[in-house]
């Protein structure tokens, strides 16, 4: 009897094809081990090859004076990779590779950021770079992307509008955090449609962000309700620590809310300065403004006094009502206890606000890869142009062609207490919910768009 050789190959081959091509090898969002996973002991696959492994790289302050904000997405970005890494990698070029994750260490300053986008870029040949917790420092990161066209800019945290506009536009760059008019706007549909206050001091930090913000949202309270008595905005320095000036002008305006864009640690000290001028019953209103670490300062039984009532806009919110969300954030509270080094930090033992919507941002440009096949960035670019997307939350997001800005919902999270999520006795929690629906807070005419 003859043996085939050839058949034989051609079977074998033809079936590993098959197998490997075959949705069981396609990694599955939130689906692989995690049990082990710790962002303080993080470790990247040993490879031999750039071609065998996808290499992408995370843009944050790691040293300098807002070196803790870099905790926030670096803990996120160890779970997406430890995750789909558990699963083998991801099917790229028709083999699986794992993902590699690379710190660049922007220091919070425009020229390091652009010596390590250029590092991590043109030495270590990234796929893509995410980040970073400064609109002035994205600005810096896109304009070398664009430069370049070697890698992509996937920007989840810089929030100014100026960004995806025709002056800094480049189709390298993508968006995927709600830009600052879109956060503004949202926040002034909250407090016109949702509450009843009827005077307001604005104030913010003034660079393009905080003047995005500032100016967002007095605009659109004026055409959203324009009965509402508006002070400011007023526009302060960054890492400014006397707030002297603005609490004299705060007091004599005598708001019943404060609106500010303000992020740590500028959102603490504008904080302390308002309990400390007798202002802190005053509720605020922003992107960051609820802090654990600052709440913690005050005595136990002013906590609720000063704080209840204050709630945040931001790309997602713990109690957004969907199993998936719910999932992750209750298998990150019970997987926080397992972490070591800085990731001990009390601010991280659940992701709030842009940090847990990075969740979803991160996992979402991995399905994109996944789909498109491929690490060519045209076949990636045209996959995640227009894409529609069931993101890791739960919600449902959209990719704008023309300026690559993502479109989705806002949410809402006020703070009282006995929430749902508590860290320990006697702190405040978010304990309701809005969703700000998409069409509601979107650019209508983004000058890339017209």
Same mark, same amino acid.
């Given at each position: 009897?003859?043996?085939? @050789?050839?058949?034989?190959?051609?079977?074998?081959?033809?079936?590993?094809?098959?197998?490997?091509?075959?949705?069981?090898?396609?990694?599955?969002?939130?689906? +692989?081990?995690?049990?082990?996973?710790?962002?303080?002991?993080?470790?990247?696959?040993?490879?031999?090859?750039?071609?065998?492994?996808?290499?992408?790289?995370?843009?944050?302050?790691?040293?300098?004076?807002?070196?803790?904000?870099?905790?926030?997405?670096?803990?996120?970005?160890?779970?997406?990779?430890?995750?789909?890494?558990?699963?083998?990698?991801?099917? =790229?070029?028709?083999?699986?590779?794992?993902?590699?994750?690379?710190?660049?260490?922007?220091?919070?300053?425009?020229?390091?950021?652009?010596?390590?986008?250029?590092?991590?870029?043109? $030495? /270590?040949?990234?796929?893509?770079?995410? +980040?970073?917790?400064?609109?002035?420092?994205?600005?810096?990161?896109?304009?070398?992307?664009?430069?370049?066209?070697?890698?992509?800019?996937?920007? *989840?945290?810089?929030? &100014?509008?100026?960004?995806?506009?025709?002056?800094?536009?480049?189709?390298?760059?993508?968006?995927?955090?709600?830009? *600052?008019?879109?956060?503004?706007?949202?926040?002034?549909?909250?407090?016109?449609?949702?509450?009843?206050?009827?005077?307001?001091?604005?104030?913010?930090?003034?660079?393009?962000?905080?003047?995005?913000?500032?100016?967002?949202?007095?605009?659109?309270?004026?055409?959203?309700?324009?009965?509402?008595?508006?002070?400011?905005?007023?526009?302060?320095?960054?890492? @400014?620590?006397?707030?002297?000036?603005?609490?004299?002008?705060?007091?004599?305006?005598?708001?019943?809310?404060? =609106?500010?864009?303000?992020?740590?640690?500028?959102?603490?000290? @504008?904080?302390?300065?308002?309990?400390?001028? +007798?202002?802190?019953?005053?509720?605020?209103?922003?992107?960051?403004? *609820?802090?654990?670490?600052?709440? $913690?300062?005050?005595?136990?039984?002013? $906590?609720?006094?000063?704080?209840?009532?204050?709630?945040?806009?931001?790309?997602?919110?713990?109690?957004?009502?969907?199993?998936?969300?719910?999932?992750?954030?209750?298998?990150?509270?019970?997987?926080?206890?397992?972490?070591?080094?800085?990731?001990?930090? &009390?601010?991280?033992?659940?992701?709030?606000?842009? *940090?847990?919507?990075?969740?979803?941002?991160?996992?979402?440009?991995? /399905?994109?890869?996944?789909?498109? +096949?491929? &690490?060519?960035?045209?076949?990636?670019?045209?996959?995640? /142009?227009?894409?529609?997307?069931?993101?890791?939350?739960?919600?449902?997001?959209?990719?704008?062609?023309?300026?690559?800005?993502?479109?989705?919902?806002?949410?809402?999270?006020?703070?009282?207490?006995?929430?749902?999520?508590?860290?320990?006795?006697?702190?405040?929690? =978010?304990?309701?919910?809005?969703?700000?629906?998409?069409?509601?807070?979107? &650019?209508?005419?983004?000058?890339?768009?017209?």
């Amino acid at each position: 009897m003859k043996i085939n @050789l050839k058949k034989i190959f051609l079977s074998f081959s033809l079936g590993i094809t098959l197998v490997f091509n075959s949705p069981t090898f396609a990694f599955e969002t939130f689906k +692989g081990d995690l049990s082990d996973w710790d962002p303080g002991v993080f470790q990247n696959p040993i490879f031999e090859n750039d071609d065998d492994v996808i290499k992408v790289a995370l843009l944050e302050p790691f040293t300098g004076p807002s070196f803790f904000v870099s905790r926030y997405p670096m803990a996120v970005m160890t779970m997406v990779v430890h995750d789909i890494n558990s699963q083998g990698g991801i099917m =790229v070029d028709g083999k699986m590779k794992k993902v590699v994750l690379i710190n660049a260490d922007s220091q919070g300053n425009p020229v390091q950021t652009k010596k390590e986008m250029e590092r991590v870029i043109l $030495r /270590e040949k990234v796929l893509a770079v995410f +980040g970073t917790s400064s609109s002035a420092l994205g600005r810096v990161a896109q304009g070398v992307t664009g430069k370049h066209k070697k890698s992509l800019w996937i920007n *989840t945290n810089a929030l &100014s509008y100026g960004l995806m506009t025709k002056k800094s536009f480049n189709r390298y760059s993508f968006r995927t955090t709600a830009d *600052t008019k879109s956060m503004a706007k949202g926040l002034a549909y909250y407090v016109a449609k949702k509450t009843g206050y009827k005077s307001i001091y604005m104030l913010s930090q003034d660079y393009s962000y905080g003047r995005d913000f500032g100016d967002g949202f007095n605009d659109a309270m004026k055409d959203l309700k324009p009965s509402v008595k508006l002070t400011g905005p007023d526009y302060h320095k960054l890492f @400014l620590k006397d707030f002297t000036p603005y609490m004299a002008k705060m007091k004599a305006a005598s708001p019943d809310l404060l =609106v500010s864009g303000d992020w740590t640690p500028d959102a603490d000290n @504008l904080l302390t300065a308002m309990y400390n001028y +007798g202002l802190g019953k005053i509720p605020d209103a922003g992107l960051f403004m *609820t802090n654990l670490a600052f709440e $913690r300062k005050l005595p136990a039984e002013d $906590r609720a006094v000063y704080r209840e009532g204050s709630f945040i806009i931001n790309n997602a919110s713990e109690l957004m009502d969907y199993p998936e969300a719910q999932e992750i954030l209750q298998f990150w509270q019970k997987q926080y206890p397992k972490f070591t080094g800085v990731y001990t930090d &009390s601010r991280l033992w659940l992701p709030q606000g842009i *940090t847990l919507s990075r969740i979803a941002d991160f996992y979402m440009f991995f /399905e994109i890869l996944q789909k498109a +096949g491929s &690490s060519d960035l045209d076949t990636i670019i045209k996959t995640m /142009e227009g894409v529609e997307h069931k993101t890791a939350l739960g919600n449902t997001v959209k990719m704008r062609i023309c300026d690559h800005q993502l479109i989705r919902p806002l949410y809402i999270s006020v703070r009282g207490r006995n929430p749902k999520y508590l860290y320990e006795k006697g702190d405040l929690g =978010v304990v309701s919910m809005y969703e700000v629906p998409a069409d509601a807070v979107v &650019s209508s005419k983004p000058d890339l768009c017209k």
